[in-house]
C-alpha cells in the first residue's frame, strides 16, 4: 500500500493541530456521544505522535529486539536493553506494524497486535483508555479504518512540531475533552485561567529558575488529575528560560486521568514512571521523594472514611515523622489532609526549599474550634510561618461547583527581613497577605456545567503584581460592569445600593490569626424540698425509663383488675407479666429509642421494689426535713446525714444520688454551692477562689453550674504574659456583666502549658467586609404603601 504524504495545518499552531486533531469527531458523529469524543482522539493521537517519535529509530529497535528474544529475559531485562536502542526515549514499540501496514480487513486485530509491541509504561496508558473497547466499537460501527486512515495522515513528527508545542496542543485536546463531557470534567479539570494564577503565584520567587540556563527543578501534583497543573508549571518557566530543565511527578486515583495525564508527559519528553496511579493519601507512591514546586487543586468536601484506619494509624504511630502530625481534620473533609501531605513533601529549606500552591474551598479557614484537627493544623502552619498569601476567587469559577473557593500559596523558606532586604524582595517573614479577588471576573459567553465566571489575564496580572508587591492595597474600586439583575417579579421603586465591586489586599502577622479560648464558670445555685410531688418522682427510675414507667404505672399499676399499693405487703407491685405484649406494642410506637435491656428493666419486678424502697425512705426523711423549701443547698448534706442517723437509713450512692435529683433544682436565686474551703490559701476571685470574711488565709471554691458554662476567644499577643492577657479581658468583658464568674485555671494548652486552648482561624470575609447601610424607613414604607395599593386593586377586580 502506498503511503500518502501526511498532512498539517496550514498554521502550524498548537490551537490549529488540536482543532485539526479534534476533526476526527466529524467522523463519530451519530455512532458515539459527545463525551466519547476524546476518549478515542487523545488515544489515536497519542498513538501517532509515539510512532513519529520513534520512526528514526525503529529499525534499530527491531534488530535488537530480535537478538534479545533468543536471550529468555524477563520482560524488565528486555525492556532495558531495548532502551539503549532508542537513542535516549524512554519509550519503544517492537511491533512490525505501523498506522500505514494496518490494512483493512484485519485491521483490529492488527492495531491491537500493535498497541502491545509498546513498552510497558506506553502500553498501560492504552490500557488505562480502555482503547481495546473503543477500537472494537468503531469496528462494529465501519469506522475503524476510517479513523486509521484520517490519524495517519497527520504529521506529528518531532521535526516538523516540537515537544513543547505537541504538548500545548494535546493540552487543547484534554481542554476540549473536557469541556465536553461537563458531569465529570470538575473532578479531574481545573479550569485554565485558575491553573495559569496559580502557577504564577507559586513559580513567582524563583528568580534562579526564571533566569538561570540548565537550572534545574521538579513539579509535584498529588491530585494530577489530566496534568493540567504540572502542564502549566513546565509551560510557565518553559516561556520564561527554555534553558529550564523541569521534571514532573504526580499521582492520581482516576485511572482514565492517569492515562491522560501520563500521555501528556510522555508527549512532553517527561520521565513517565514518575506519573504513579493509586490513592495519594493511604498509599503515596512517591514516599521518599521531596520537591521545588508543588501545585493541587484536590477534591472539595470529599470524606476520607475508607482510608480512616490507615490515616488515623499514620497519624498516632509515626507523628511529626509522618505526614499527618499536626493533626486531623473531620472525617467529612479530607482537604487538609493533601495540604499536609504536601507540606510534608517541601525540599528542606536547607537545601533551598519548596513552594506549595493548592486550591481549597472555604471549610479549611475556619472549620473547627480551638483544639480540634482543623485548628492544629493551621496552627501548625501559621506558626511554622508556612503560609505567605491566601487569595479569594470568585465564585463559579469550576466545572462541577459554584462556592467560594482560595489558593493557598505556601513556603519553607521565607526570607530574613535582612536577605529580604539584600536582595530587594519583600519582607515576608512572620506574615501572611490576604487577597480580596472576588470581583476580578468576566461572564462568559457560554458556561460550562457550573463554570460561568472566567479571569482574564487582566484580572491574574492584578493578583500577581499584589502578590508580587507583598502590598496592603485598601479597597480599589473595579471597572467592572454591574451584573445584570433579574426582571422576574415586582421590581422595587427604591432597590437597595449594590456594594461597589472592589479589589483589596491586607497583611497581618501570623498570631493575628490565633486565639486563645478560655473557659468562663460561673457558680451552681440550687435549692431543694421534700415536697409530696417531688418525692414521688422517686417511684420511677431516671432517663429513660421515667416516662415509660410512669405510662405503665398509670395504664397496669394503680388502674389495673390488682390495683397496686406501697404497702409492704401488696403482692401484685411491679408484676407487668400479664401485660408484657401491650406494652412491647405501646413502646414500639411510643418509645422507640428504648432498647431491648431497657424494656427488659421495665418489666422487671425488682427494679419497680427499688424504686418502691427509695420512695418509702424519701417519706421517711420528709418527716425530720419537712416540705418546706431551702435555698441553700450547702445544709443539704449536713442535714440528710443527720435524719439517716435519727431513722436509722442506710443509703448507697446510688439511692443517694437518685434522692438528690429528685428533690433539688437550679435556682438562679438560691446561694452559691460550695465545693471546698482552702486552708492557707490567698483568693483570687478570677481563678474561682473567693475570699471568706474575717478569714484572710481561706478561700472558698464553688461548683461550676455546666449549663452557665462560657467559652471566651481571646487574642493571642506575644509581646504580653498569657495570663496578664487573660486577665485583663477577662475584667473588661465578662466581670462587668457576671460579677460571679471566673475562669478555670485547670484548661491549660498541651503545647504551651497556659492557661486557655490556643486555637486559629482566618476569618477572611470579616477582614474584606464592607458595610452598606440599609435602605431608608421612608423607601421601605413607600413600596409597602406601592404593594398594599396594587393588592387591594387586584380584590376589587376579583370583586367586582
Given at each position: 500500500m502506498s503511503r500518502a504524504e501526511p498532512q498539517l495545518p496550514e498554521q502550524k499552531t498548537p490551537n490549529n493541530l488540536a482543532a485539526y486533531c479534534w476533526s476526527i469527531a466529524d467522523l463519530l458523529r451519530g455512532d458515539f456521544k459527545q463525551s466519547q469524543y476524546g476518549r478515542i482522539i487523545l488515544p489515536f493521537t497519542l498513538l501517532r505522535r509515539l510512532e513519529a517519535v520513534l520512526e528514526e529509530t525503529k529499525p534499530a529497535v527491531l534488530a535488537k529486539y530480535a537478538e534479545i528474544q533468543e536471550m529468555n529475559l524477563p520482560e524488565e531485562a528486555q525492556e532495558k536493553l531495548l532502551l539503549r536502542a532508542t537513542g535516549g526515549l524512554s519509550f519503544f514499540n517492537t511491533s512490525k506494524m505501523d498506522l500505514f501496514k494496518l490494512g483493512e480487513t484485519n485491521i483490529k486485530a492488527n492495531l491491537e497486535s500493535y498497541i502491545l509491541g509498546f513498552s510497558k509504561d506506553a502500553r498501560e496508558i492504552f490500557e488505562h483508555f480502555k482503547f481495546a473497547e473503543f477500537i472494537a466499537q468503531l469496528n462494529d460501527a465501519n469506522l475503524l479504518y476510517k479513523v486509521v486512515q484520517k490519524v495517519r495522515m497527520t504529521d506529528l513528527s518531532p521535526k516538523n512540531i516540537s515537544n513543547h508545542d505537541m504538548g500545548l496542543a494535546f493540552e487543547e485536546l484534554i481542554r476540549r475533552f473536557a469541556e465536553s463531557s461537563n458531569e465529570t470534567a470538575g473532578e479531574h479539570f481545573t479550569p485554565r485561567d485558575i491553573v495559569e494564577l496559580t502557577t504564577s503565584l507559586a513559580f513567582m520567587e524563583d528568580n534562579d529558575a526564571l533566569t538561570k540556563p540548565g537550572i534545574i527543578r521538579t513539579i509535584y501534583d498529588p491530585t494530577a488529575g489530566t496534568g493540567g497543573f504540572l502542564s502549566s508549571g513546565m509551560e510557565y518557566v518553559h516561556e520564561l528560560n527554555p534553558a529550564a530543565v523541569l521534571r514532573a511527578f504526580g499521582q492520581e486515583l482516576n485511572p482514565e486521568s492517569y492515562a491522560i495525564c501520563k500521555a501528556d508527559m510522555l508527549i512532553k519528553g517527561q520521565d513517565v514512571s514518575n506519573i504513579k496511579l493509586g490513592n495519594t493519601l493511604s498509599n503515596d507512591q512517591l514516599y521518599a521523594d521531596k520537591f521545588d514546586y508543588m501545585l493541587s487543586n484536590p477534591p472539595f468536601g470529599v470524606d476520607w472514611k475508607k482510608i480512616e484506619e490507615t490515616i488515623k494509624d499514620e497519624h498516632t504511630l509515626k507523628g511529626f515523622d509522618g505526614r499527618f502530625g499536626p493533626g486531623l481534620p473531620r472525617v467529612s473533609d479530607g482537604s487538609l489532609l493533601f495540604l499536609l501531605h504536601l507540606l510534608s513533601k517541601l525540599r528542606d529549606s536547607s537545601d533551598g526549599g519548596g513552594r506549595i500552591g493548592i486550591i481549597l474551598n472555604g471549610s479549611p479557614l475556619f472549620t473547627g474550634g480551638a483544639g480540634s484537627g482543623e485548628s492544629e493544623i493551621r496552627r501548625y502552619i501559621l506558626e511554622a510561618d508556612l503560609l505567605e498569601a491566601i487569595v479569594a476567587l470568585p465564585t463559579d469559577m469550576?466545572?462541577?461547583?459554584?462556592?467560594?473557593?482560595?489558593?493557598?500559596?505556601?513556603?519553607?523558606?521565607?526570607?530574613?527581613?535582612?536577605?529580604?532586604?539584600?536582595?530587594?524582595?519583600?519582607?515576608?517573614?512572620?506574615?501572611?497577605?490576604?487577597?480580596?479577588?472576588?470581583?476580578?471576573?468576566?461572564?462568559?459567553?457560554?458556561?460550562?456545567?457550573?463554570?460561568?465566571?472566567?479571569?482574564?489575564?487582566?484580572?491574574?496580572?492584578?493578583?500577581?503584581?499584589?502578590?508580587?508587591?507583598?502590598?496592603?492595597?485598601?479597597?480599589?474600586?473595579?471597572?467592572?460592569?454591574?451584573?445584570?439583575?433579574?426582571?422576574?417579579?415586582?421590581?422595587?421603586?427604591?432597590?437597595?445600593?449594590?456594594?461597589?465591586?472592589?479589589?483589596?489586599?491586607?497583611?497581618?502577622?501570623?498570631?493575628?490569626?490565633?486565639?486563645?479560648?478560655?473557659?468562663?464558670?460561673?457558680?451552681?445555685?440550687?435549692?431543694?424540698?421534700?415536697?409530696?410531688?417531688?418525692?414521688?418522682?422517686?417511684?420511677?427510675?431516671?432517663?429513660?425509663?421515667?416516662?415509660?414507667?410512669?405510662?405503665?404505672?398509670?395504664?397496669?399499676?394503680?388502674?389495673?383488675?390488682?390495683?397496686?399499693?406501697?404497702?409492704?405487703?401488696?403482692?401484685?407491685?411491679?408484676?407487668?407479666?400479664?401485660?408484657?405484649?401491650?406494652?412491647?406494642?405501646?413502646?414500639?410506637?411510643?418509645?422507640?429509642?428504648?432498647?431491648?435491656?431497657?424494656?427488659?428493666?421495665?418489666?422487671?419486678?425488682?427494679?419497680?421494689?427499688?424504686?418502691?424502697?427509695?420512695?418509702?425512705?424519701?417519706?421517711?426523711?420528709?418527716?425530720?426535713?419537712?416540705?418546706?423549701?431551702?435555698?441553700?443547698?450547702?445544709?443539704?448534706?449536713?442535714?440528710?446525714?443527720?435524719?439517716?442517723?435519727?431513722?436509722?437509713?442506710?443509703?448507697?450512692?446510688?439511692?443517694?444520688?437518685?434522692?438528690?435529683?429528685?428533690?433539688?433544682?437550679?435556682?438562679?436565686?438560691?446561694?452559691?454551692?460550695?465545693?471546698?474551703?482552702?486552708?492557707?490559701?490567698?483568693?483570687?476571685?478570677?481563678?474561682?477562689?473567693?475570699?471568706?470574711?474575717?478569714?484572710?488565709?481561706?478561700?472558698?471554691?464553688?461548683?461550676?453550674?455546666?449549663?452557665?458554662?462560657?467559652?471566651?476567644?481571646?487574642?493571642?499577643?506575644?509581646?504580653?504574659?498569657?495570663?496578664?492577657?487573660?486577665?485583663?479581658?477577662?475584667?473588661?468583658?465578662?466581670?462587668?456583666?457576671?460579677?460571679?464568674?471566673?475562669?478555670?485555671?485547670?484548661?491549660?494548652?498541651?503545647?504551651?502549658?497556659?492557661?486557655?486552648?490556643?486555637?486559629?482561624?482566618?476569618?477572611?470575609?470579616?477582614?474584606?467586609?464592607?458595610?452598606?447601610?440599609?435602605?431608608?424607613?421612608?423607601?421601605?414604607?413607600?413600596?409597602?404603601?406601592?404593594?398594599?395599593?396594587?393588592?387591594?386593586?387586584?380584590?376589587?377586580?376579583?370583586?367586582?
Open positions: 469550576f466545572y462541577n461547583t459554584g462556592i467560594a473557593t482560595y489558593i493557598w500559596i505556601l513556603s519553607n523558606h521565607k526570607l530574613s527581613d535582612e536577605e529580604a532586604e539584600r536582595q530587594g524582595q519583600p519582607k515576608r517573614r512572620g506574615k501572611v497577605q490576604l487577597i480580596n479577588g472576588v470581583n476580578l471576573f468576566g461572564k462568559m459567553r457560554k458556561s460550562l456545567g457550573s463554570k460561568r465566571n472566567i479571569m482574564s489575564a487582566e484580572d491574574i496580572a492584578t493578583i500577581t503584581r499584589c502578590f508580587g508587591h507583598f502590598a496592603a492595597v485598601e479597597a480599589v474600586e473595579l471597572n467592572k460592569p454591574v451584573e445584570a439583575k433579574s426582571s422576574r417579579g415586582r421590581q422595587a421603586a427604591n432597590p437597595k445600593a449594590e456594594a461597589p465591586k472592589s479589589f483589596a489586599s491586607k497583611i497581618f502577622a501570623t498570631h493575628q490569626f490565633g486565639y486563645r479560648r478560655i473557659t468562663i464558670e460561673r457558680p451552681l445555685r440550687e435549692s431543694y424540698q421534700f415536697s409530696d410531688k417531688r418525692i414521688d418522682e422517686l417511684r420511677f427510675a431516671n432517663k429513660p425509663l421515667k416516662a415509660a414507667m410512669q405510662w405503665a404505672y398509670t395504664h397496669f399499676g394503680r388502674f389495673s383488675e390488682n390495683p397496686w399499693c406501697d404497702d409492704e405487703g401488696c403482692e401484685h407491685y411491679g408484676n407487668l407479666a400479664p401485660y408484657e405484649p401491650a406494652i412491647r406494642k405501646h413502646i414500639k410506637s411510643h418509645f422507640a429509642e428504648l432498647k431491648e435491656k431497657h424494656i427488659k428493666d421495665l418489666l422487671n419486678p425488682n427494679i419497680w421494689r427499688a424504686q418502691k424502697q427509695r420512695l418509702k425512705q424519701a417519706r421517711q426523711l420528709q418527716t425530720v426535713f419537712g416540705s418546706e423549701q431551702c435555698d441553700d443547698k450547702n445544709t443539704y448534706e449536713p442535714r440528710l446525714k443527720a435524719a439517716c442517723k435519727t431513722l436509722g437509713i442506710s443509703l448507697d450512692t446510688k439511692a443517694k444520688k437518685a434522692l438528690e435529683a429528685a428533690v433539688s433544682w437550679k435556682n438562679p436565686a438560691a446561694e452559691k454551692v460550695i465545693k471546698k474551703v482552702h486552708k492557707n490559701t490567698q483568693p483570687n476571685p478570677d481563678y474561682g477562689l473567693f475570699a471568706i470574711e474575717d478569714d484572710a488565709n481561706k478561700a472558698v471554691e464553688y461548683k461550676t453550674d455546666g449549663d452557665l458554662r462560657d467559652f471566651e476567644n481571646v487574642d493571642l499577643d506575644p509581646s504580653r504574659p498569657v495570663n496578664t492577657i487573660n486577665e485583663a479581658y477577662f475584667q473588661r468583658e465578662v466581670k462587668p456583666h457576671v460579677p460571679d464568674a471566673w475562669i478555670d485555671g485547670s484548661k491549660r494548652d498541651p503545647q504551651d502549658g497556659e492557661v486557655g486552648i490556643v486555637g486559629y482561624e482566618i476569618p477572611f470575609n470579616r477582614h474584606f467586609y464592607q458595610y452598606q447601610p440599609p435602605r431608608a424607613l421612608e423607601a421601605i414604607d413607600a413600596d409597602l404603601d406601592a404593594v398594599s395599593a396594587e393588592i387591594m386593586q387586584l380584590l376589587q377586580e376579583v370583586h367586582s
